[in-house]
């Protein structure tokens, strides 16, 4: 079972332009992480926002959190070619591990 | 600092074949596991590690070993492969030994395909 759902699916924008994308989950926690997977390579951490935190904000990445509606954003702005790949949320569940979502893919034309 | 290495990139296993994809880390984290990636379902886990000596199963543990001897490594076992275990698979650390609560550091996956 996934914990996180992302939303959409996949994206595509132009360098310049600002790109959201939404992760739902299922059960409560602890943490929600994003994760960011350029092709063919590993996962690489992007953020961290505890329960009790409602936004974050690392460069040019601002993630919210809601726990009561379950769900968090990422949003990246002013995006360049260099954000192409895939984002995935990840949420602690209840037995301490973190469970991933099946992740938005977005690809940043010049 | 390697990070996160994993052997081998590539491997076509025959159904029934065994092998092991390996694992290793050098930033003295307690914590690792193993994932495995499969088209439009994200990452699941096989099996974690919250020490040397401990091992535990995760989300989807069938037809897959561990063992943690050392804290550095954290191999994994195929018994007999399956075309089921077609995928990708990665290997991840982090230094706490609760993987929620700190970043996973992931190696760059092993590319795995039963015949």
């Known amino acids: 079972s996934q914990q996180g759902e992302e939303d959409p699916q996949a994206l595509s924008i132009q360098e310049g332009e600002n790109a959201t994308m939404n992760c739902s989950y299922k059960?409560?926690?602890?943490?929600l992480q994003w994760y960011r997977q350029n092709s063919g390579r590993g996962l690489v951490h992007l953020i961290l926002i505890r329960s009790n935190e409602r936004e974050k904000h690392s460069g040019r990445l601002r993630v919210t959190l809601d726990t009561s509606k379950k769900s968090s954003s990422l949003l990246i702005t002013a995006s360049r070619a260099a954000d192409t790949a895939s984002y995935f949320c990840?949420?602690?569940?209840?037995?301490?591990?973190?469970?991933f979502g099946a992740g938005t893919q977005v690809v940043v034309t010049p | 600092n390697a990070g996160v290495t994993q052997t081998p990139k590539f491997q076509v296993l025959k159904t029934g074949q065994s092998m092991t994809l390996q694992c290793a880390q050098d930033m003295n984290h307690e914590y690792m596991s193993w994932y495995r990636q499969d088209p439009g379902m994200g990452l699941r886990l096989i099996h974690y590690s919250v020490g040397a000596g401990i091992t535990d199963q995760g989300e989807v543990p069938n037809g897959y070993n561990v063992s943690r001897s050392t804290t550095e490594d954290f191999p994994l076992r195929l018994l007999s492969a399956a075309p089921s275990q077609t995928s990708v698979y990665f290997c991840?650390?982090?230094?706490?030994?609760?993987?929620?609560?700190?970043?996973?550091?992931f190696g760059n996956g092993t590319r795995l395909t039963v015949t």
């Open positions: 991840a650390s982090s230094y706490s030994s609760e993987a929620y609560n700190s970043p996973l550091h």
């Open positions: 990840a949420g602690g569940d209840s037995w301490g591990k973190l469970q």
């Open positions: 059960t409560s926690i602890n943490n």
